[in-house]
């Protein structure tokens, strides 16, 4: 067992904690605005395959970076004109929007890569593993002191907990919405770019593998505030570096390995776990998921 | 100060707001009265920015200007107070005071400064609020003058209060009162709706009467009267003042004995209570809100877990302490909840559906020894509490939703009354309900009363539950703190026991 727990595993940790702070940040500016982001995922995916097309195009991956913030922020668009424009179910548009992403960067890539699927190796001088680490380190305590210590931040927290009252006080309601939705689009995008150009080397089909969910889990499991949603982010982290680890050290008794789906599924059940316990204590904005109506 | 000419507002097919005129002068206090659905609230949300007007002008300062969010509202020095409070329950007070208008610059919010300011506008109106407090943790009494002060520290000149004082008690709506004098000698302008005549009279100097979507009259306080102002609202002569002959009481119907009801957390919002109640008379409970009314009618209803409860409910001599509701609604307990919407119909339900609800399984509208619901039976005992309690539509088809509030509770009440009750439990019978449907309900009630049924009735308008009762208990944090006359008590009296206990 010893020879799981080492520096490697630190260092494991923090990179495979990095998309999910970044994507669930992303989810709290848009959750604290009242707008359920599930489709995280989807800006996530759109983020990883846009980084890494275009980094493989232009051979800079800060280029792929701001492009793959921009097709997060498209992707977010779309959520956000469904859900505040026309004041769609949250639930419904963001699990169509993942459903989507899933499809259009294999259509994409078979139109420009000619593979279904997968974008080209890139070369590794043009990889970026540290600067989304950086990013996500810093934006910690920059989201916080957006959320609590500017006017922005007290707005957008007004908005998602009572909107009407917002409005009786003169803050544009929909536009601060759009706003969080906007940035979770952002940062989701950079999530998505750092695992195509970070981590790895080239998109593959539904790469993220649910790391949007995990990260919406750990929202709401850190209550929707920055801190210890990045808590729980490390501790999903974690669970996460520890199962790679396992594969192969541990046994079962009777000698033989225990097979590598059963090590995958630790982190996904954790999830369950952790939400099953805990999501009764953590209490969610109140507009959460109601989309405002002026005129009743 | 501020003048609307011609407002006309339309929601789908319902005319809010027709032509409407109103002119409020500088450093007065001016009512604007009219029963529910009168459009008093909407012409004012149209002045505040809230709603548009499809038609008509506002004048501010004598000068025309478009108001088409409360941003420019505020910025024209015009503050609203909703009805219900516009507050983000989890933020301080601070906080909220200063939303849409924060001290400091962009990246930097500046509560300090602001704490200093509402410390100021405190000192100022007298109100006392702490700048520091979560809102969730305050008294309603104090959430409303956060309220205030949100309009005050956006240098509101004109406040445009909605209903202010339907949440408060007696002693607080004086407090409130004077802030509002105050307010008025600092040269501020206030207008209040109000659907309370006697209000009216005390604190505005004019007045303006809605009825219909329409301004029906606008008369300086001194020179009307409630009468008058109650024939202008309703659009005919009403009987402000409940007749009733001395009450002919018989044997005991219910009887508590030392009534203990303890919440699942521990709490006991009904704390060793003891009273009868008689065939043929009225007995009201008063007391603010919150203070165990609530539980208390729920523990005689049978919708309070019987392992809750201690002491004993008798009705004639049955002990039903243990009973379920439906035991007890065969025994003849009736039961007009105060949330109609939460305990008394199924919205989505049409009204032949909701007129049976409790009797669903008995005779006479099942059919085949209670496999079948019998529509015929079900359709002209609809008809008969239709017709009988005044609800309008008189559609027996159309679901509960559709009708104003006065209408669904004429209609709980006709169900309720169509089981021929030895005991009703009512609670707020007349709460959002206009003045012309709170005289048919006070008068079926007392008529209910003289056909030898004992009423318990709760409410929080000290008004009705004086007028309505022949006898009066006082309810302060879950025990029965006084019982007066309500024929000679004061309402200061009440008030204060209402308010401290003894």
């Known amino acids: 067992m010893t020879e799981i727990f080492t520096i490697s595993l630190i260092w494991s940790t923090i990179r495979l904690s990095t998309p999910l702070i970044l994507a669930a940040l992303g989810g709290m500016f848009s959750e604290r605005s009242g707008v359920i982001n599930i489709a995280l995922e989807g800006m996530m995916l759109a983020g990883a395959f846009t980084a890494a097309a275009v980094t493989y195009a232009v051979g800079s991956p800060f280029v792929g970076l701001v492009a793959g913030m921009g097709a997060g922020i498209v992707i977010a668009a779309i959520h956000a004109i469904a859900c505040i424009r026309y004041r769609a179910d949250q639930v419904v548009t963001g699990t169509a929007i993942n459903i989507l992403m899933i499809g259009v960067p294999g259509f994409l890539s078979g139109a420009f890569f000619l593979s279904s699927g997968s974008t080209p190796q890139i070369p590794k001088e043009h990889l970026i593993p540290w600067t989304p680490i950086w990013i996500a380190v810093l934006l910690v305590p920059l989201s916080w002191y957006v959320l609590y210590k500017t006017p922005f931040g007290l707005r957008l927290r007004s908005v998602g907990e009572n909107p009407e009252a917002a409005d009786a006080a003169g803050v544009p309601v929909a536009r601060m919405r759009y706003a969080g939705v906007l940035l979770s689009g952002l940062l989701a995008g950079i999530g998505g770019a750092y695992l195509s150009i970070g981590q790895s080397s080239l998109f593959t089909r539904n790469m993220t593998s649910g790391r949007g969910f995990i990260a919406l889990a750990a929202l709401i499991f850190g209550k929707w505030r920055p801190v210890q949603t990045m808590l729980a982010c490390l501790l999903f982290g974690l669970t996460e570096a520890v199962t790679i680890q396992m594969q192969g050290v541990v046994k079962l008794p009777s000698g033989e390995d225990i097979p590598v789906q059963f090590i995958h599924m630790v982190p996904y059940v954790l999830t369950i776990i952790v939400l099953a316990g805990f999501i009764g204590s953590s209490r969610p904005p109140k507009a959460l998921g109601i989309p405002y109506q002026k005129e009743r | ?502």
Do not use: W
Request: charged share 25%; glycine share 10%.
């Open chain 2, 1 to 502: 100060m501020i003048e609307l000419r011609q407002i006309t507002k339309r929601f789908g097919a319902v005319l809010a707001n027709d032509k409407v005129n109103v002119v409020v002068k500088p450093g007065t206090i001016h009512a604007i009265v009219g029963e529910n659905g009168a459009g008093k609230s909407t012409a004012m949300r149209i002045a505040y920015g809230f709603y548009k007007a499809e038609d008509g002008e506002i004048l501010v300062d004598g000068q025309v200007h478009s108001i088409e969010t409360p941003h420019d509202a505020i910025a024209l020095g015009i503050g609203m107070v909703h009805q219900h409070f516009m507050l983000v329950d989890t933020m301080t007070v601070a906080e909220n005071i200063v939303l849409g208008a924060e001290p400091g610059s962009v990246v930097a919010l500046d509560l300090g400064k602001a704490s200093v300011e509402i410390r100021r506008l405190s000192e100022e109106f007298k109100l006392a609020v702490n700048p520091d407090a979560v809102i969730e943790n305050l008294s309603v009494g104090q959430q409303q003058r956060v309220e205030l002060m949100k309009a005050l520290y956006r240098h509101a000149r004109l406040l445009i209060l909605d209903e202010p004082t339907a949440v408060l008690t007696p002693q607080e709506v004086e407090e409130f009162f004077s802030i509002l004098r105050r307010m008025r000698e600092q040269g501020k302008t206030v207008v209040i709706i109000t659907h309370k005549l006697a209000e009216v009279l005390a604190i505005s100097d004019e007045v303006t009467v809605m009825r219909d979507g329409r301004v029906v009259g606008s008369l300086q306080t001194k020179a009307t009267n409630a009468a008058e102002l109650a024939r202008l609202m309703v659009g005919r002569e009403v009987l402000l003042r409940v007749e009733k002959t001395p009450a002919k009481t018989g044997s005991t119907e219910l009887s508590v004995r030392n009534l203990t009801v303890t919440a699942r957390g521990g709490a006991k919002p009904v704390k060793d209570v003891s009273f009868e109640v008689r065939k043929g008379e009225i007995l009201g409970i008063a007391g603010v809100e919150g203070n165990g009314q609530t539980e208390l009618i729920e523990a005689l209803a049978g919708l309070i877990s019987p392992s809750q409860l201690s002491g004993e409910i008798r009705i004639e001599d049955r002990d039903i302490t243990r009973e379920g509701a439906r035991l007890r609604r065969e025994l003849g307990i009736a039961h007009i909840p105060e949330d109609r919407h939460r305990r008394g119909l199924l919205l989505e339900f049409d009204l032949a559906e909701n007129s049976i609800l409790g009797v669903h399984y008995r005779t006479p509208v099942v059919a085949y020894g209670g496999a079948f619901l019998d529509y015929g039976a079900i359709r002209s005992r609809t008809k008969e509490i239709i017709e009988g309690f005044d609800v309008r539509p008189a559609n027996p088809d159309l679901p509960a939703r559709v009708l104003s509030g006065g209408n669904q509770q004429k209609l709980i009440i006709g169900r309720e009354f169509k089981v021929n009750p030895k005991l009703l439990l009512v609670s707020q019978p007349t709460r959002g309900v206009d003045i012309g449907a709170i005289e048919f309900i006070h008068r079926k009630l007392v008529g209910l009363r003289d056909s030898g049924c004992a009423v318990l009735l709760v409410s929080a308008e000290l008004e009705e539950v004086t007028s309505l009762s022949d006898r009066l208990l006082i309810i302060h944090e879950g025990r029965i703190v006084g019982e007066v006359d309500p024929k000679v008590a004061t309402i200061e009296e009440i008030g204060l026991l209402m308010t401290r206990g003894h």
